[in-house]
C-alpha cells in the first residue's frame, strides 16, 4: 500500500500560508535570542547525578555519601517565596548542637591516637556532608504530604527563548496532593485582566511574562489568585514535541472542524521547532507525534482560547498517562533532552520522588480561571475579565485547596475593586 503522507521537514512549507498561520503569533517586539544552553559537559553531570541518584533511591540508601554526591546547592535568592522559607526552615533547624556534634566527629577522625595533627578540613567536610544529608532528608520527607504547587508557562518562542520578551500562551497552575498523587489543573487564560507588576500596571495576564519573564509571571500569579507558587517551568513548543516523541507519541480524536485547521498548524510547528512531522489525512482517531500533538493544543482558530486550554490540558493529560508506564531510561531520557530547553527553579533533586513514583500521580480534575467571566474590551485590550476577581479567588482555593481555609488578602480585595472600577462589571 503507497503511502501518500504528506512528509515536512523544516523549512521553507509554505501551502499553507494562505491560511494566516505562518508568523501569526510573533510579537514584533521580540528580539529574535537565544537563552544559553547547557554545555557537553554540564548535560554530562546531568545525565550522571540522574543514574546516580535514582540508584539511591531504589536502594533505599540514606548514607550522607550518597545524598551528598546527589545534592546540588540552590541560591536561596532566586527561590520562589515558599521555596526560601522552606530553605530558611531548614537552615534554622540545624542547632549549634548538630554543629557541635558533626564538629565532634570530625575530630575523632582527624585527631588523633596517634598523635597526628588534627585536620580542619576534615572538620568542615563532616559539616557539609551531614547538613547536606539533612536537608536532602528533609526535603524528601516533607514531600510525602500537603500540597505542591507548581506554575507551568508555555511560550510561542520561535527561536527557544524562554525568559521575558516571550509571550506565555500557556498559564497553568498544576497542584500536587503529595499523599494521593492527584494532580488538579487549572488554566489561567491568557487574555485575563490582571494586575501585571508592582507598579499598579493592569493588562494581559501573558504580557506579564512578556516583560518580566516567569519572576514577574509569578508575581501576577500570585497576587491576582493569592495561591503561593513552590515551583515554576517554562516550555517552548519544541521542548514539548521532543517529549511526546520519546514518550511514543499520543492517541487523540481530532473533530472535523479541528482537522480542517491542525495541518496548517502541523506545517508551522515543523517550521518553528525544527522537527519533521507529516500532516494528518482524516479526522476521527489519530496517532499524534510531538509536533501534532503540539499543533493540536495550539488550535484555536474554530472555537475560542477556552476551548484551547482544554486541549492543552488534554495534551497533559495523555503525556502524563504516557509517562506512567515509561521505564527509568526513557524517564531519564525525556530529562537529558527536555532540561536544557527549559527554564525552571526545579532540581534533579526535586524531582527524584517523582522520577521514583510516577506511577502514583494521576490528572484529576481540571478547570479554567477565572471561572466567572466576560469577554469585553477595556481600553484598546480584548480581555477576559473576572467576575469578581476576589469570587473567582475563593472558588480557585476551594477547587485547589479544598481541605483548607482561606479569606482573600486585602491586596487582591484592592486589585479586585479596580479590576471592577476599570470594567463596570460587579456582576454577571
Excluded at 184 to 194: F, I, W
Excluded at 233 to 247: G, P
Aim: aromatic content about 8%; some cysteine; glycine content about 6%.
Amino acid at each position: 500500500m503507497t503511502d501518500n503522507r504528506h512528509d515536512l521537514q523544516p523549512g521553507n512549507n509554505n501551502e499553507y500560508a494562505e491560511e494566516g498561520i505562518e508568523g501569526r503569533h510573533r510579537n514584533p517586539r521580540a528580539p529574535r535570542r537565544r537563552t544559553a544552553g547547557i554545555n557537553k559537559e554540564e548535560l554530562q553531570s546531568i545525565q550522571n547525578s540522574i543514574e546516580q541518584s535514582l540508584s539511591v533511591y531504589e536502594k533505599a540508601d540514606c548514607k550522607a555519601e550518597h545524598y551528598n554526591k546527589a545534592y546540588k546547592p540552590v541560591n536561596t535568592e532566586e527561590l520562589p517565596y515558599s521555596r526560601k522559607a522552606e530553605k530558611g526552615a531548614f537552615e534554622n533547624s540545624v542547632t549549634e548542637a548538630d554543629k557541635n556534634t558533626a564538629a565532634g566527629a570530625a575530630d575523632d577522625i582527624a585527631g588523633s591516637k596517634s598523635g597526628k595533627k588534627k585536620h580542619p578540613v576534615l572538620k568542615t567536610l563532616l559539616v557539609i556532608v551531614v547538613c547536606c544529608a539533612a536537608f536532602l532528608g528533609y526535603r524528601f520527607f516533607s514531600m510525602q504530604s500537603g500540597y505542591y504547587t507548581v506554575a507551568v508557562f508555555g511560550v510561542d518562542s520561535r527561536n527557544g527563548n524562554v525568559g521575558k520578551d516571550a509571550l506565555s500562551d500557556v498559564n497553568i497552575l498544576a497542584r500536587v496532593d503529595m499523599a494521593t498523587g492527584e494532580i488538579k489543573l487549572v488554566s489561567m487564560y491568557r487574555d485575563t485582566y490582571t494586575m501585571i507588576n508592582s507598579d499598579g500596571k493592569f493588562h494581559k495576564l501573558n504580557e506579564a511574562y512578556f516583560k518580566g519573564g516567569p519572576e514577574q509571571a509569578i508575581w501576577a500569579v500570585e497576587h491576582n489568585t493569592d495561591v503561593k507558587v513552590d515551583d515554576y517551568a517554562t516550555f517552548n513548543w519544541k521542548a514539548v514535541a521532543d517529549t511526546i516523541n520519546i514518550l511514543g507519541g499520543v492517541d487523540l480524536e481530532i473533530t472535523d472542524k479541528e482537522f480542517k485547521y491542525i495541518n496548517a498548524f502541523i506545517t508551522e510547528t515543523v517550521n518553528s521547532t525544527g522537527i519533521g512531522s507529516y500532516q494528518l489525512e482524516h479526522a476521527g482517531m489519530n496517532h499524534l507525534d510531538g509536533v501534532q500533538a503540539v499543533a493540536y493544543a495550539r488550535l484555536r482558530l474554530m472555537d475560542t482560547d477556552y476551548q484551547r486550554t482544554e486541549r492543552q490540558r488534554k495534551v497533559i493529560g495523555l503525556a502524563l498517562e504516557k509517562a506512567r508506564n515509561a521505564d527509568y531510561a526513557t524517564l531519564c531520557s525525556i530529562l537529558t533532552a527536555v532540561l536544557p530547553q527549559i527554564n525552571t527553579s526545579v532540581t534533579i533533586d526535586d524531582l527524584l520522588p517523582f522520577a521514583k513514583n510516577i506511577s502514583k500521580y494521576y490528572i484529576g480534575e481540571t478547570a479554567g480561571f477565572p471561572f466567572d467571566r466576560q469577554g469585553m474590551d477595556v481600553g484598546k485590550l480584548d480581555c477576559v475579565v473576572p467576575v469578581t476577581l476576589e469570587s473567582n479567588a475563593v472558588k480557585l482555593h476551594e477547587f485547589l485547596y479544598p481541605d483548607e481555609s482561606y479569606t482573600p488578602s486585602s491586596q487582591l480585595k484592592e486589585i479586585s475593586d479596580k479590576i471592577i472600577s476599570a470594567t463596570g462589571l460587579d456582576s454577571l
